[in-house]
């Protein structure tokens, strides 16, 4: 099996070592900073075009989080978490698409998901899956598992933190190519980054963190720290 290390909070350099996030730890983080925050402060946002970390909400970033856990591995790791076939449907699986033309493009029903504890339970089903896949499955496997998507100048951008496990696509230009291990990776830092957005809405609002988080993957990158308000690059074709 794949190795899970809570103290490994970056995909290592050495290749032989396999080690996979610890998600469940992504969950402490969340709570521990969303609690006893009012409406009003978990839906302070910023719609100025150039402050794009400020566009969601602390709600709505913890609606991507729940977003993000739920569709990765039901689109990526299904034949591996439900090999039978019975797909669970947590959520509309065709109506959480993404892209601009789905009405919940990266963010959970908001008619049926908007209150924290019900956003949290969708994070932590969510997260409970990739637990398994890295839990279950041979790092082999996840390495070989690989999928080719469409390239942005964001996903360009990002891939940079990994050592391996996605690249531009030698057979398909303007595609990047992933394995396993290096999409669940990237979930894991898309998560992660959103957290700290979360910790910089609440910087914002003058109120206090309520952790310390790892600087690793997205987070080394300057703009999804907050070394800088520039928006990061976009999630247009390269």
Known sequence: MAQVDPNIREMPDDPSIGAMPHYPQLLAWITAEVAGLTDAQLDFDD???????????IRRQVSHI???S???PYRRCAELLWPDGERPSPIDWDAHRMGPQNKWDRVLDEDKFWSMPD????VELGLSWLERVVTEQPIETLRATTKSVWATHFWAYVITTLPRGAAP??????????DLEGSLWMVYYEMLSHIRS???????????????LPRVGYLRLPEYWGDTDANGPPLTAV
């Open 47 to 57: 719609l100025h075009p150039d402050r794009e970390w400020m566009w969601w909400s």
């Open 66 to 68: 729940g977003w993000d």
């Open 70 to 72: 739920l569709v990765l």
């Open 119 to 122: 956003l949290l339970a969708k």
């Open 169 to 178: 696509d030698p057979d398909k230009e303007g595609s990047i190519i992933y």
């Open 198 to 212: 979360i910790q910089r809405l609440k910087i914002a609002q003058g109120l206090d963190l309520a952790t310390e």
